[in-house]
Structures are given as structure tokens and as C-alpha cells.
């Protein structure tokens, strides 16, 4: 599955650069048996099968180093939502190992052993890790240096100052009888600023007022 859509566009010419680099594992290596199982029916019972605590270590022990300072994460919907903050901070750091769920989950045993950062993409639920983990690592490495055109259009974008960001418009002038708001061709700096700001306030008002800072 990977690169997939990692390998295309800004952040598969980054890749190509060598921006960054991505490894990949398959779990299926250290699994049991003629068939390489690497799942077992639930404890307790219940639909679907659970991706083993033991072949899970094995894999992560044969690729992680134990002083390996990378964050361990596991992809899943119990997680804690990734936030443009949480892309900033991996961004910024070392790197990290991503671990990809399948099945109807994985055994608590090795998320406690192995120390694994539960993260959530949002709160619906995928097949799979793995479009999660390119979810996760396509908001990182867009954010590392020489991935975007202009590196300053990282930081008037939505989340980034608390707010969704304020609507775009560009040529024509006019289109279907809708017009280029005023403000925006003023050539007014502090004007299309103060409106910028204005419209993003409003949005965020209408669609989340949960990213407000409560008063
Ligand atoms: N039974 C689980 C869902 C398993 S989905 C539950 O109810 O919580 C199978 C795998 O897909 C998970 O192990 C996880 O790695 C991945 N996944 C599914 N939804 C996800 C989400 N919203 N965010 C991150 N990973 C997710």
C-alpha cells in the first residue's frame, strides 16, 4: 500500500529528494505457521479476530531498536485526534514508527508493552491503519522544509491560528453574476487583512464553534 498517493505530487517529489523516507514492515513476516497467521479469534468471544500481541512484538522488536527515540504509534479510533498541533510537533521531531491495526484490533497486551500512542484520525471507523497512517504522515511532511512552494503558506492555514481559514477566490473578476469581494481588491493591506480575519472568525463561528477559546 505504501507510498500509494504518498509516492504522487509535493510529498512524492519530496520523497523522491530524499525529504523523507519511509520504511516498511509486514507484520506478516513474523507470523505463525504455513499461512504466516498473525490473528486469532477474540478472547471472550465476539465477532472478527485480533492481531496477536506476540507476532505484533516480534515485528516491532526486529525493526525498533529499544533506544530508538522515535514515538511508537498505533493508528486507531480509540486514539487521541490528531491535531495540526500533533502534525507540527512529529513534524519537527525524529521521526516515528507507525503501526497500522487491521482486523477488529489488536491485543491490549502489546499496546501496554510496547509503550504504542493510540491516534485517531477522526471518529469514524476504517478497515485498516493504513490510509490513517498516510493521513497522519501526509499532514507531517507537508509541513517539513522544501515540501510546499512558498514555505509561509503553512501558517495562515486552517487550525493553525486557532481558526478555519478565510474563503480564496482568484480570476475571473467576475463569474455567474458573483463578484471578488470589494475588500480583496482594494490593494488595502491592513483592509483585506481585517477582513480575512473577519470572514475566518465567522466561518469558525457557523462550523466549529468548538475551536473558539471558551468565555
Ligand atoms: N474494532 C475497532 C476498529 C477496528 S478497525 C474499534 O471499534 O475501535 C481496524 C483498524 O483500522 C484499527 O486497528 C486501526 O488501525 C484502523 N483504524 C480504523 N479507524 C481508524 C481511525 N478513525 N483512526 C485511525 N485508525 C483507524
Not at 492481531?51 to 512484538?57: E, F, I, P
Not at 510537533?89 to 502489546?110: H, K, Q, S, T, Y
Not at 484520525?121 to 499532514?139: K, N, R
Request: proline share 6%; charged share 30%; aromatic share 4%.
Amino acid at each position: 500500500m505504501f507510498p500509494g498517493p504518498l509516492g504522487a505530487s509535493l510529498s512524492g517529489d519530496a520523497l523522491a529528494r530524499g525529504v523523507w523516507s519511509l520504511e516498511t514492515k509486514n507484520i506478516r513476516d513474523h507470523g505463525h505457521g504455513k499461512h504466516r497467521a498473525v490473528d486469532d479469534t477474540p478472547a471472550g468471544g465476539g465477532p472478527g479476530m485480533v492481531l496477536r500481541c506476540d507476532v505484533l512484538a516480534a515485528a516491532l522488536d526486529a525493526s525498533v531498536a529499544s533506544d530508538d527515540a522515535r514515538p511508537r504509534l498505533l493508528m486507531s479510533p480509540r486514539g487521541k485526534p490528531l491535531t495540526q498541533a500533533r502534525a507540527r510537533e512529529l513534524a519537527a521531531g525524529p521521526g516515528a514508527i507507525i503501526v497500522c491495526g487491521r482486523f477488529e484490533g489488536v491485543d491490549e497486551r502489546v499496546i501496554e508493552a510496547r509503550a504504542l500512542e493510540e491516534i485517531s484520525i477522526g471518529d469514524y471507523v476504517l478497515s485498516g491503519g493504513e490510509i490513517a497512517a498516510m493521513v497522519l504522515l501526509d499532514s507531517c511532511v507537508r509541513l517539513l522544509t522544501g515540501v510546499m512552494g512558498k514555505d509561509e503558506s503553512g501558517a495562515e492555514e486552517s487550525f493553525e491560528g486557532g481558526l478555519l481559514e478565510y474563503p480564496h477566490y482568484t480570476r475571473p473578476r467576475e463569474w455567474e453574476g458573483r463578484q471578488i469581494p470589494d475588500a480583496l481588491l482594494s490593494g488595502d493591506h491592513a483592509r483585506i487583512a481585517r477582513w480575512r480575519r473577519e470572514e475566518a472568525q465567522k466561518l469558525t463561528r457557523a462550523r466549529r464553534p468548538d475551536l473558539l477559546p471558551k468565555t
